[in-house]
């Protein structure tokens, strides 16, 4: 079983920055692609960023220049460090992880996730 634990989530005011974290954890043998998505109240989950098992990070149009995926192979752990944050990129934050298991199956894990509020 794999567990992945969010932390860093908060209020915070428009322009300011934030880091996420987010701890994979349990019967992991690899971790593929990782990943950040955000649902905002009343809207559909959406796609924040992802970053590959090589760190290559790729981003959504609406956060692109403003915030950086990180990832630590070593610890199976990923960051979203967010600046020049506005109203809208308020919701909840959950991390997702493609792992291959130590029984050598493959699945994709999400976490519980953190909220992030971005209000004055």
């Known amino acids: 079983q794999v567990q992945l634990v969010e932390s860093g989530g908060a209020l915070v005011q428009p322009g300011g920055s934030l880091r996420l974290s987010c701890a994979a954890s349990?019967?992991?043998?690899?971790?593929?692609?990782m990943g950040w998505y955000r649902q905002a109240p009343g809207k559909q989950r959406e796609l924040v960023g992802t970053?590959?098992?090589?760190?290559?990070?790729n981003y959504s149009d609406s956060v692109r220049g403003r915030f950086t995926i990180s990832r630590d192979s070593v610890k199976n752990t990923v960051a979203l460090q967010m600046n020049s944050l506005k109203p809208e990129d308020t919701g909840v934050y959950c991390c997702?992880?493609?792992?291959?298991?130590?029984?050598?199956?493959?699945?994709?894990?999400w976490g519980q996730g953190t909220q992030v509020t971005v209000s004055s």
């Open positions: 997702n992880a493609d792992v291959r298991t130590v029984s050598r199956t493959r699945e994709l894990c």
């Open positions: 349990g019967s992991i043998f690899s971790i593929y692609t």
């Open positions: 970053v590959t098992s090589g760190g290559f990070a």
